[in-house]
DNA sequence: TTGAAAGCGCTAACAA
DNA sequence: TTGTTAGCGCTTTCAA
């Protein structure tokens, strides 16, 4: 790129300007000023040379410095999902209405890779970690109180830090209720036609099972550990596990459960190599909220959990001195089918 | 959070362990030793010692004194998209497997946040930056000039900077003449029954109307200005554009095009507000994929920007010395209804 | 109300 | 093949 050879202005550069040594220009700069008591008048003159200069601090050597740099992360599984990004959007703006610079990363659910990228961002010297739907929560836990960074637990709980986390079993039991009923609209429903797709061994899968199973006996008197197919996070195996269970019966359960929306991606695939007569008459309901998933030809209940009153718990919790390891439960909503609801973007003006 | 006390080892730690030299350290630590011709056996030596102590380098302080800091960055409108979200999602991969560290920020369309957030990244010394669906690429080109930052645009072009934006003319093209033929299976379809909603005054907007009015004329014999309702990129605007529509002419248009998934939201909002009916026999084409939106109880047609090759084009075109200010095409694709692609996701490892 | 000076942890000439 | 040294730009005691 071409180089405009203007070298940035410094703190030295602005002293000499204004006859004041560099730790008055420093402090006026960083806003420290007031508490160093320094001159009103003084301030503004630097600051004036500062604008006129359009001054900018290095970040960096401040933080090194400073041993802090006002970044934040925010470490999440995946972008690309509603869920996750939504997460982001409101994250970023939470941040910057604190003066922090947001940082997000995903990790794939890879553990190994969790701890790497934390690492990374612990060498920048971030301030603050939020770690969102982490597959080890605890190794990453580890890494963080080495290095003496703050940290909480958002959607999956850790035993070592505060988390906050969605009300799983709650959220499954409205969820699992309200399908049953809108099968039960068109006839009886029986134990063995209501399933659960999806999900695996981390805490909000067992915690949406147990959910589910719990509200199937309350209310069908029976639920069977053969209803329940955890197929991991991925759509390609969500989508086997519905391919295995058409093979076998013909055609897909009549009701069922997707532990969440990624899972829920995963019956799309299946739905795009069979005909609409497979699923004319299914009724399906899917843990996480998705705008368009929520028109589907066919009833899909959805849960909508509560990002933005995570992520702000999240922050409120890293203010405080000394957080204990414990899990805040938020509760998350039943969106019923075809509902489109706003978001973060629309905080937004887009007058044209 | 509980500090351990035992502070970071430094390159100072391991020269006195060692008995090297710092400078030694540091060549072996980052790297750059076979250069400095440092003796295979010392670099062991120190390295034992590195890993032993656990030792990471300081990002900030090598960054200070390096001017650069390994960070990339990629500037979008939002995250709460698949189709940024995706592109994030590819960023991220790429960035790593250059042993880059990305930082991807929003800045919700808004000119002054866009430039505000990327000073605030120069002040982290990012070494590059993509600039992806910027509303003002030439003013966030000016602020990286004038810090001699690398920086290419995606998705929306610049003129003063390398950009790589989808081929919007042929990609509105191909989304036209598909639901033209498309609505032609039910009967003859006339000009007057095939509107676009959505987008703005930005160049892919342009280049999208363009190609859409293109082909209405070439397929249908006429085109009219009255059949382009453009809304902004937001939801709630789009909405009420439909809802105008609707009032006006008791049912929606046959056959339409929606300038982006952000726009096809809006569309969500208004059939959230009426009866299954009202669209039983709509053909919609929307510009961006998503895979649920795929899936809709209407034939909606989509189209795929190949997100990969731009970023990838992007990261090619950084890595050459002095990249003119010319706009590389990449192809779009054209998604039929009901069809479930495979995205960035599918490449994790997802084994219960 | 301000200045001097030390140093955060690292890199990169230049010496040796 | 390795060590010495001078900073990168900023914050922060301590003195004045």
Redesign the pocket.
């Known amino acids: 790129m071409i180089d405009f050879g203007k070298?940035?202005?410094?703190?030295?550069?602005?002293?000499v300007l204004s006859?004041?040594?560099?730790?008055?220009?420093?402090?006026v700069?960083?806003g420290?000023?007031r508490k160093?008591?320094?001159?009103?008048?003084?301030?503004q003159l630097i600051q004036g040379l500062a604008d006129e200069h359009q001054?900018?601090?290095?970040?960096?050597?401040?933080g090194?410095?400073?041993?802090r740099s006002g970044l934040v992360g925010l470490l999440l599984p995946v972008h690309d999902n509603r869920y996750f990004s939504s997460m982001a959007q409101t994250f970023e703006a939470e941040a910057r209405s604190r003066g922090q610079c947001p940082i997000v990363v995903s990790a794939c659910r890879d553990p190994d890779e969790e701890r790497k990228i934390v690492e990374t961002l612990i060498s920048y010297s971030i301030d603050e970690l939020f770690i969102a739907g982490a597959t080890d929560p605890d190794g990453v836990h580890e890494v963080c109180i080495k290095a003496g960074l703050r940290h909480v637990n958002i959607d999956l709980p850790g035993t070592r830090a505060p988390s906050v986390i969605s009300d799983n079993f709650e959220g499954a039991r409205m969820l699992t209720r309200a399908i049953i009923e809108r099968a039960q609209q068109d006839g009886p429903v029986i134990s063995d036609e209501v399933y659960l797709f999806g999900g695996r061994d981390d805490h909000a899968s067992r915690e949406r099972i147990r959910g589910f199973r719990d509200t199937k006996r309350d209310i069908l008197g029976d639920d069977s550990e053969a209803c329940i197919h955890p197929t991991g996070y991925s759509p390609g195996m969500t989508a086997r596990a519905f391919e295995t269970f058409y093979e076998g019966h013909g055609k897909l359960p009549r009701c069922f459960f997707v532990n969440s929306s990624i899972n829920l991606e995963g019956l799309m695939r299946f739905l795009g190599q069979h005909p609409h007569e497979t699923f004319a008459d299914i009724v399906v309901g899917c843990y996480d909220y998705d705008p368009f998933g929520s028109f589907l030809p066919f009833p899909v209940y959805m849960i909508r959990q509560d990002s933005e009153a995570m992520i702000s718990e999240g922050f409120r919790i890293l203010s405080t001195s000394r957080p204990p390891a414990t899990t805040h439960l938020v509760q998350p909503m039943l969106v019923p089918p075809r509902t489109a609801l706003t978001g973060p973007l629309d905080a937004l003006k887009d007058v044209d």
Request: net charge positive.
């Open positions: 070298k940035k202005a410094t703190i030295y550069d602005l002293s006859g004041c040594s560099p730790s008055t220009v420093s402090a700069l960083n420290s000023w160093r008591r320094i001159k009103e008048a003084t301030a001054y900018t601090a290095n970040l960096q050597a401040r090194l410095r400073s041993s």
